[in-house]
C-alpha cells in the first residue's frame, strides 16, 4: 500500500483509527473458549465489526508469539484474513524488531515476503544498519519508535547531550537513512501528546503511529491537536479499550461502538483542520 491509497482510505472512511490486536485468552469472551481456533475466530469477528471504522489493524505479535505454533498459525490466518477481505485496509506488525545485517533483512522478508504486512514497528537502538535493511523494501513501511508512554521511556528517551533529547536525535537522525524519505514512520505515545508540537517541527511530513489512546489513557484531541499535519500523518491505535469493550457475547457489537465513538470524534478533527 502506498502512501496516497492509505489517504485515500483516511478521507474515505473519515478515520485515522488503527485497531491493535492484543490476543489474550483470559480476556476473550468465555463462549469462544471452546473453538479449535479460537484466537483467528476472536480477531477475525474484531476485524469484521470494527472495519467501516479504521484504516489500520496492528497485531500485536508477541501476543501471538506466546501461544507458540498455534499463536503463530492464527497470526498467519489473520493477516491472511486482512489482506484478502479487506486489501485496502493498512496491517502494522507490532514486531518492535531491532537488529543489524542479515538478521535484519531476514526479520523485514519475514514480516513483508512470507506474511505481507505492509509495515512493522523496529526499535532503533543499534543504529543506521539495523533500521536501513527494513526501509530497504519498495511500497513497505518502517515504524520506528522514537517517543514512547511508558515509565521506562524517561530512563533514556529523554537523555540529553549537546542541548538535544535523544528521542529528538532519533527524529531528526533517522530521516537522514536511506530510504527513510518515502518509507519510515515513527512511533509515538498519546500520553506524551504534549511533546507532539515539536515532533511536529522535527517531523512535518511523516507518519506518526500513536498507541495509548483508550485503556492507557491517552487523549485523542490532545494528540489531534497536536499532531495532524497537511496530510493527516496519524495513525491513532485503540487496542484493549475496543477488542475487550465486553466480555460477553455482545463483544462485537461492543467493539464496534468504542471504534465508532472514536471515528466520529476523527472525523471533527478531520473537518476541523480542512482535509475532508
Known amino acids: 500500500m ?19 490486536l492484543d490476543v489474550d485468552l483470559d480476556k476473550m469472551p468465555s463462549h469462544l473458549a471452546s473453538s479449535n481456533d ?10 469484521d465489526a470494527t472495519a467501516p471504522y479504521t484504516v489500520a489493524y496492528k497485531p500485536n505479535i508477541a501476543f501471538f508469539e506466546a501461544y ?7 497470526l498467519e490466518k489473520t493477516i491472511g484474513y486482512l489482506n484478502l477481505n479487506y486489501p485496502n485496509i493498512f496491517t502494522i506488525a507490532d514486531a518492535k524488531r531491532g537488529d543489524i545485517g542479515n538478521t ?9 515476503e512470507q506474511l505481507k504486512f505492509d509495515a512493522i514497528t523496529v526499535a532503533p537502538y543499534m543504529g543506521k544498519d539495523s533500521v536501513e535493511p527494513f526501509l530497504a523494501f519498495e511500497s513497505h513501511y518502517t515504524i520506528l519508535l522514537a517517543l514512547t508512554s511508558n515509565e521506562g521511556a524517561y530512563d533514556f528517551q529523554y537523555h540529553t547531550q549537546e542541548g538535544e533529547a535523544l528521542y529528538k536525535k532519533i527524529l531528526r537522525q533517522a530521516q537522514t537513512w536511506e530510504g527513510a524519505e518515502d518509507r519510515l514512520f ?24 500513536v498507541p495509548g489512546v483508550g485503556a492507557q489513557g491517552g487523549s485523542l484531541d490532545a494528540v489531534a491537536a497536536n499532531g495532524l499535519n497537511s496530510r493527516c500523518g496519524l495513525l491513532v491505535n485503540s487496542s484493549r479499550g475496543i ?18 465513538k472514536l471515528q466520529e470524534q476523527m472525523k471533527s478533527w478531520l473537518l476541523q483542520k480542512k482535509l475532508i
Open 186 to 209: 515513527f512511533v509515538v505515545g498519546a500520553t506524551q501528546a504534549e511533546a507532539l508540537a515539536d515532533i511536529r517541527q522535527l517531523a512535518p511530513n511523516t507518519f506518526l503511529l
Open 2 to 20: 502506498t502512501q496516497d491509497e492509505l489517504i485515500a482510505q483516511i478521507k474515505k472512511k473519515q478515520s485515522f483509527l488503527c485497531v491493535g
Open 104 to 112: 535484519a533483512t531476514r526479520y523485514a522478508k519475514a514480516f513483508f
Open 68 to 74: 507458540g505454533l498455534e499463536g503463530w498459525q492464527a
Open 38 to 47: 479460537s484466537i483467528f475466530e476472536f480477531c477475525q469477528k474484531i476485524i
Open 243 to 260: 477488542i475487550y469493550a465486553s466480555h460477553g457475547k455482545d463483544f462485537e457489537a461492543a467493539a464496534a461502538s468504542e471504534a465508532q
